[in-house]
T-cell receptor
Framework: DTAVSQTPKYLVTQMGNDKSIKCEQNLGHDTMYWYKQDSKKFLKIMFSYNNKELIINETVPNRFSPKSPDKAHLNLHINSLELGDSAVYFC?????????????FGEGSRLTVL | GENVEQHPSTLSVQEGDSAVIKCTYSDSASNYFPWYKQELGKGPQLIIDIRSNVGEKKDQRIAVTLNKTAKHFSLHITETQPEDSAVYFCAASPGGKLIFGQGTELSVKP
């Protein structure tokens, strides 16, 4: 039973399109994150939500809009996709915000913008 | 904000040799230092972590050392095996947000 699951795993789309990535965790955690991993493998935090409330927004363009319908789900919607948005997007969760402990990552969603 | 530097970016060793990866951090408020392993096509997975009140921690073939004064910490893998081949990330946490290093691609040759 997968702890943090993301869909889709692969996404290929044209510039200018709008797309969404979904994430669900069954660990009972309060806090969820989106990380972006670029072509050089660099992992950078984008957003953090705690129990549906936005906690961290790391100067991500407004085209990226996270939504958390409940504490087990965190979705990422991207408008007007650009070539530079091509990356692997990872969802992660932790027991609570401010928690200095293990993050549980999903397997990633590879977005390719043509 | 916190900045984490990781070296080397690539590391190739023979099976059975040791591998060492080093990281430095900038924010003295950081108090938690995990190491993640990322296999091809997978998400990062925690392999070991250390907190600021501890200088060294070991788990079988893996050990981590922390020097808070110098703001650096290291991962040591002994008796490397081909299945250790992966990308390894260090991270520092100045309060709930993990800031990752640039990653080290470790290749263990049989």
């Amino acid at each position: 039973d997968t702890a943090v699951s993301q869909t889709p795993k692969y996404l290929v789309t044209q510039m200018g399109n709008d797309k969404s990535i979904k994430c669900e965790q069954n660990l009972g955690h309060d806090t969820m994150y989106w990380y972006k991993q670029d072509s050089k493998k660099f992992l950078k935090i984008m957003f953090s939500y705690n129990n549906k409330e936005l906690i961290i927004n790391e100067t991500v363009p407004n085209r990226f809009s996270p939504k958390s319908p409940d504490k087990a789900h965190l979705n990422l919607h991207i408008n007007s996709l650009e070539l530079g948005d091509s990356a692997v997007y990872f969802c992660a969760s932790s027991p609570r915000t401010g928690f200095a402990g293990e993050l549980f990552f999903g397997e990633g969603s590879r977005l390719t913008v043509l | 904000g916190e900045n984490v530097e990781q070296h080397p970016s690539t590391l190739s060793v023979q099976e059975g040799d040791s591998a060492v990866i080093k990281c430095t951090y900038s924010d003295s408020a950081s108090n938690y230092f995990p190491w993640y392993k990322q296999e091809l096509g997978k998400g990062p997975q925690l392999i070991i972590d250390i907190r600021s009140n501890v200088g060294e921690k070991k788990d079988q073939r893996i050990a981590v050392t922390l020097n808070k004064t110098a703001k650096h910490f290291s991962l040591h893998i002994t008796e490397t095996q081909p299945e250790d081949s992966a990308v390894y990330f260090c991270a520092a946490s100045p309060g709930g947000k993990l800031i990752f290093g640039q990653g080290t691609e470790l290749s263990v040759k049989p």
